[in-house]
């Protein structure tokens, strides 16, 4: 089968943003869900992200598991790898990102503490743990350390980056020692890659109409088999997907742009108008124009 839309390029498989300064790639901010937003659609970069929940509980997908947080649990998001962020229905979670580049840990120089270690659990040769949880006997000694961390980035005393390189180190040290590393099989590495693909396509052609039949054929999937595949793997159909794609992309131009509605509406694939701002209303509890 062949799909009448351009095929997504490899190198634009993961999101281009970049969530930290090139002088010091670091950054810690806390989020809300659903105060500031209901979810945090499935996406990937190129820095490792720490999820570390303050308050409530939700749930944050990495890869092809989803895992149900409360209040303490920690996310580790290694770079490159798929993941997500939800809430559970009535429920408010309140937890903290902090986003780190590779480039960080390592010089300019050989290093060989970098190549040997660091660098093989960033580019995914090794894996480790994803979910931390105060249950296991390792707790203390990783909250601590982001606990000592986010003191540095508050108060930033002088040479606070030399403390916080160190407290980072120490982090990465007490990863590489745990023994409950996980290896994805080359089934599921197999499916993780026709999820990047089709979150690729969504992306790319997101101010297009979209069919089943469409994104099925780009995967070489009947129908049948890639209804079946998404709803497996991501716990929501393509459609619910597609959709919370397009509405949050066009959230984001109704804050940043001075598109009229109607052109946001269109840029964000919705043909009619008034069933853009219907499910725009459904989704945020506000109308388009109010979200201005």
Known sequence: MESSMKQPKPEQYHEKKRH??????????????????TEVPVHWHEEAELIVIQKGSGTVLVDLTHYHVT?????????????????????KMEYENIIFRPELLSSDNHDVCFEKFLYPLFSGQIHTVVHIHPRLSYYPKIHDLIRTMDQLCSKKPAGYQLALKGSLFLFMFQLLSLDEKKELSNIQQRSLDKLKFIITFTNEHLEESISIRQIASACYFSESHF????????????????NDVRLAHARNLLVSTNLSILEIAQK?????????NRKFKDKYGITPRQAR
């Open 20 to 37: 930290t300064e090139d002088q010091f790639p670091y950054n810690t901010y806390l989020c809300t869900i659903p105060d500031d937003f």
């Open 71 to 91: 209040a303490g649990d920690i996310i580790i998001v290694l770079p490159e790898h798929l993941h997500a962020i939800r809430e559970i229905s009535g429920q």
């Open 227 to 242: 209804m079946k595949f998404f709803k497996t793997h991501m716990g929501i159909s393509y459609i619910h997907y597609l």
């Open 268 to 276: 964000s694939g919705f043909e009619n108008a008034s069933y853009f």
